[in-house]
Every structure is written in structure tokens, then in C-alpha cells.
């Protein structure tokens, strides 16, 4: 196979064949085919992030364009809108901090700037009130949130999709992280070390929570098999035709970064050239090798996904 007439520069041209080897078939039609679509696509200017030292505990996935919000989010990107005087992001933000988990990366896409400007690299957080009063003055606040940003759209036009983001971000991830959407109303929901613990002893690549299927998916996302004693069991994905009970993914996990590396994921830690790819299918394929588990979680949550719902959540 010869060079592509957009890689003259030979240098340039091995640069590429070494990045993409490795998420590539080893051989035959399907190796030389894929390299061939790759090698007509230029590289972004935007390397593979930095860590400088920063591991994040968890990701906030707030790049999607909300269309069925339109036209809120014609103007306003979709974790910004507000519940009771607060953008929904920022209800996720404090209860990472109250739950000791310090350093967040956000990735964005749609009016990413206007998340940036709203948080900055820094968020003070107030203990929940009802303990404050409890508590020395000394520890009356919570260290505060330190934010990095994963700037999909500047970076390359457009969201990247849930796990093609994650694997952009992951070079500044933890190897066990937490990930939810920055859309989704859930306050009560708790960040605690026990949990994170408890995954990283399992063995398994996710750990997901799941709630009873609201009235837009009342067919459900996955299954729960077999839980023990603390609710936990095997995340499942039942056949069409299963009378097996299927519950809603909440978008609440724990992620072990090998999820995002082969077999699971093809794509390369960092994502240099912006492969988009869902998360579903990576959480299917270790669905089918016993390494999900999950748990129902009764808290109050609700996927903001139209307007209605958000006036509903403000009355």
C-alpha cells in the first residue's frame, strides 16, 4: 500500500501508522482498509492531554447539545440549567467534594466556554447545613472542587460521545473513577470511599447504578441478577424477549480504567484523533464476561431531557 498523497511527509506518515497500530486488526483486509480511512484524515492539532501530576477522581460528562431542550439550550448549555436557584452540574460537584473526592475533569463540547466561565478551575463547597452548625469553624468548609476541562469541541468540533470523551480524559483519570452526566438531577446521591473500595476489590471493570424506569424508558436499559445482601449484583443484558426485569442506567458509575483500553475499547488512552464511540456497547461487551455489577438506587433522580421535566423539577 502506498502513502496517502496526504502524508508526503514521511515523517508524519510513520507518526501515524505508530498511533493507530495498536487499536487496529493485526492483519489482513480489515488492518489495511481501516489504516487506509485513517491515514485520510489529518491528525488534530491538539495533542493527547497533559497529566502535570493531576488525577482526577471523577468525570462530568456535560458535552451533549440537549436538543429535546432546545431552545433553553439553544443559548445555554444543558448543565447549566437551573433546579431551585443552582445549575444541575453544580448539585454533582458538591457531593463529590462532601464526599472527600477533591479533583473533577468536566468535558464539554456545546458552549463549553460559557461551563468554564460559570466554575472556573476552582469551586468552594459548603457543608450541607444541617452539619455545619455541628462542626469546629475550622471545618465548617469543604475543600474546594479543583476543575480541569476536556474542551471537545474546541479540541475537535464536536462531543466525542460518552466513551470516546472518557477515553480522551483518561491520561488524567484515576485508575478507578467515578462518571455521571452533568444533566441529571439526582441530590441525594452520596460519593463515599467505601464505595470506591468495594469496586477496586471486585475485580470488576464498572460498577453501575441503576433506578426504576421512569415513564420515557419504561422498557429499561440492563438487568440486575442475583444481589447479595448489600443489593449488589451482576449488571445483565437480557434478551429481547426475557421476562427478565430491566431498570434504567442512572448514568452514576465507577469506572476501572481498563475498560477503556483492549479488548475492551480500541481507542488510545487520550483519544489524539477524536474517535467518537458510545459507552453502551463497551458495557455490553463486559456484560458478557461477568465484569459489570450494579445496584438500584431510590434516591430522588430525573433525567432533565425536555423541558416539561425542568419546569416540573422548579415548582
Known amino acids: 500500500m502506498g502513502t496517502s498523497p496526504r502524508f508526503q511527509d514521511q515523517k508524519h506518515w510513520k507518526r501515524c501508522v505508530k498511533l493507530l497500530r495498536p487499536t487496529l486488526p493485526t492483519h489482513g483486509l480489515g488492518y489495511a482498509l481501516k489504516l487506509y480511512c485513517f491515514a485520510n484524515i489529518d491528525l488534530p492539532a491538539t495533542p493527547t492531554p497533559s497529566t502535570n501530576g493531576f488525577r482526577a477522581s471523577a468525570i462530568v460528562l456535560a458535552a451533549g447539545r440537549g436538543e429535546r431542550m432546545r431552545p433553553l439550550t439553544d443559548t445555554c448549555p444543558k448543565p447549566l440549567l437551573q433546579v431551585h436557584g443552582k445549575p444541575l452540574m453544580h448539585y454533582h460537584l458538591e457531593a463529590l467534594a462532601r464526599g472527600g473526592f477533591n479533583q473533577a ?45 476536556s474542551h471537545e469541541g474546541r479540541d475537535f468540533g464536536s462531543a466525542l460521545e460518552t466513551a470516546g470523551g472518557i477515553a480522551r480524559a483518561l491520561p488524567q483519570l484515576a485508575p478507578v473513577f467515578w462518571s455521571m452526566a452533568g444533566d441529571v438531577y439526582a441530590p441525594d446521591f452520596r460519593f463515599t470511599q467505601s464505595a470506591i ?111 416539561e421535566r425542568l419546569a416540573q423539577l422548579n415548582t
Request: charged content about 20%; glycine content about 8%; proline content about 9%.
Open 105 to 149: 475533569i468536566v468535558n464539554t463540547a456545546w458552549l463549553g466556554e460559557q461551563i468554564e466561565a460559570c466554575f472556573g478551575s476552582e469551586i468552594g463547597i459548603q457543608p450541607l447545613s444541617i452539619l455545619r452548625e455541628q462542626l469546629p469553624k475550622r471545618e465548617r468548609t469543604t475543600p474546594p472542587m479543583v476543575l480541569h476541562y
Open 197 to 307: 473500595d468495594r469496586f477496586a476489590a471486585s475485580g470488576k471493570l464498572a460498577h453501575v447504578w441503576l433506578v426504576p424506569n421512569p415513564e420515557h424508558n419504561h422498557k429499561g436499559d440492563f438487568g440486575l441478577e442475583s444481589p447479595d445482601a448489600q443489593g449488589i449484583g451482576q449488571c445483565t443484558d437480557p434478551l429481547a424477549d426475557s421476562t427478565e426485569p430491566r431498570y434504567t442506567f442512572s448514568t452514576f458509575a465507577l469506572y476501572h480504567c481498563n475498560l477503556f483500553t483492549q479488548p475492551w475499547c480500541d481507542i488510545p488512552a487520550g483519544n489524539p484523533l477524536g474517535i467518537k464511540a458510545a459507552l453502551a456497547p463497551l458495557l455490553r461487551k463486559a456484560m458478557g464476561h461477568a465484569k459489570v455489577s450494579a445496584e438500584i438506587y431510590t434516591g430522588r433522580w430525573t433525567d432533565v431531557g425536555t423541558p
